[in-house]
């Protein structure tokens, strides 16, 4: 049985996740964190009534962290499992680069796994016992032009992966990074069906991900067979790098 947390609960990655969470066992529960839409949060909470929930969450927002962690504790008296999956990318060259597209994506996607990871250890700690999935990107390993704000905030979510690793590690927590390739979900929505087969086509296997394939991933890491697995960042790109 576990309880998880997943940021981003309406988007692509984060519904397949808790999907996967709910299938793996019946006793499991997830909770998804949602901030503007929540129509497929709702429609997968509806599916399991008993064991999946919607949090009010704003990751970039510490008191909004502090308030879902406390709703949490409340109703499951525990949290195995924090995905820090929210996150966005806003791409253009760095000369044309305004103040809040470097801000907001640093924001989404770096100070929320920090904020996220912040608020979920305190718990995790007591427990003795936690696992943390950071959802990264390929751009933070193999950075395409036009990302500079969005590769540097993925890199430097592996850089907090690996130092809050040995931190944590002896309080039975484990935190590990995805760097996710091509996957097909909204956030790939500002590409046309030229550039999306362009984009297969970089891909040895020539064919993007399915986000069911990055969920297998974290709930390997979240399972007990990757206990001794911490620190790690893994890529899931279909062979590009
Ligand atoms: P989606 O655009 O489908 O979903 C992103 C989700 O993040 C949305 O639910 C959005 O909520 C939420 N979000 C954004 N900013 C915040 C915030 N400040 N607070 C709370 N929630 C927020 O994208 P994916 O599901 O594809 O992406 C999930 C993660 O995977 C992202 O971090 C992305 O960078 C990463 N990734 C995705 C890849 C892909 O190819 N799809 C490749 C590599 C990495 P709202 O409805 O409020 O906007």
Same mark, same amino acid.
């Given at each position: *049985?576990?309880?998880?947390?997943?940021?981003?609960?309406?988007?692509?990655?984060?519904?397949?996740?808790? !999907?996967?969470?709910?299938?793996?066992?019946?006793?499991?529960?997830?909770?998804?964190?949602?901030?503007?839409? !929540?129509?497929?949060?709702?429609?997968?909470?509806?599916?399991?009534?008993?064991?999946?929930?919607?949090?009010?969450? %704003?990751?970039?927002?510490?008191?909004?962290?502090?308030?879902? @962690?406390?709703?949490? /504790?409340?109703?499951?008296?525990?949290?195995?499992?924090?995905?820090?999956?929210?996150?966005?990318? %806003? %791409?253009?060259?760095?000369? *044309?680069?305004?103040?809040?597209?470097?801000?907001?994506?640093?924001?989404?996607?770096?100070?929320?796994?920090?904020?996220?990871?912040?608020?979920?250890?305190?718990? /995790?700690?007591?427990?003795?016992?936690?696992?943390?999935?950071?959802?990264?990107?390929?751009? =933070?390993?193999?950075?395409? =032009?036009?990302?500079?704000?969005?590769? =540097?905030?993925?890199?430097?979510?592996?850089?907090?992966?690996?130092?809050?690793?040995?931190?944590?590690?002896?309080?039975?927590?484990?935190?590990?990074?995805?760097?996710?390739?091509? @996957?097909?979900?909204?956030?790939?929505?500002? /590409?046309?069906?030229?550039? !999306?087969?362009?984009?297969? *086509?970089?891909?040895? /296997?020539? !064919?993007?991900?399915?986000?069911?394939?990055?969920?297998?991933?974290?709930?390997?890491?979240?399972?007990?067979?990757?206990?001794?697995?911490?620190? =790690?960042?893994?890529?899931?790109?279909?062979?590009?790098?």
């Amino acid at each position: *049985m576990s309880v998880s947390l997943i940021t981003g609960g309406n988007g692509g990655l984060g519904l397949a996740i808790a !999907r996967g969470f709910l299938e793996e066992s019946a006793v499991n529960q997830v909770w998804l964190g949602v901030r503007a839409r !929540r129509d497929k949060a709702e429609a997968l909470a509806a599916q399991f009534p008993d064991r999946c929930q919607l949090v009010t969450l %704003d990751v970039t927002l510490e008191a909004g962290w502090s308030a879902a @962690i406390a709703q949490i /504790m409340e109703a499951s008296s525990r949290l195995d499992v924090l995905v820090n999956n929210a996150g966005h990318h %806003d %791409d253009t060259l760095l000369a *044309m680069m305004s103040d809040s597209q470097w801000q907001e994506v640093l924001q989404s996607n770096l100070t929320g796994t920090f904020n996220g990871c912040r608020a979920a250890v305190k718990t /995790m700690m007591g427990q003795r016992f936690g696992r943390i999935i950071n959802i990264s990107s390929l751009s =933070a390993l193999f950075s395409p =032009a036009g990302q500079t704000n969005y590769a =540097a905030a993925k890199a430097g979510m592996i850089g907090l992966t690996q130092s809050l690793a040995k931190e944590v590690a002896r309080a039975g927590i484990t935190v590990n990074a995805i760097c996710p390739g091509y @996957i097909e979900t909204e956030a790939l929505g500002a /590409m046309s069906a030229e550039q !999306r087969k362009e984009a297969a *086509m970089r891909v040895p /296997m020539r !064919r993007l991900g399915k986000p069911e394939e990055v969920a297998a991933a974290v709930l390997f890491l979240a399972s007990a067979q990757a206990s001794y697995i911490t620190g =790690a960042t893994l890529k899931i790109d279909g062979g590009i790098l």
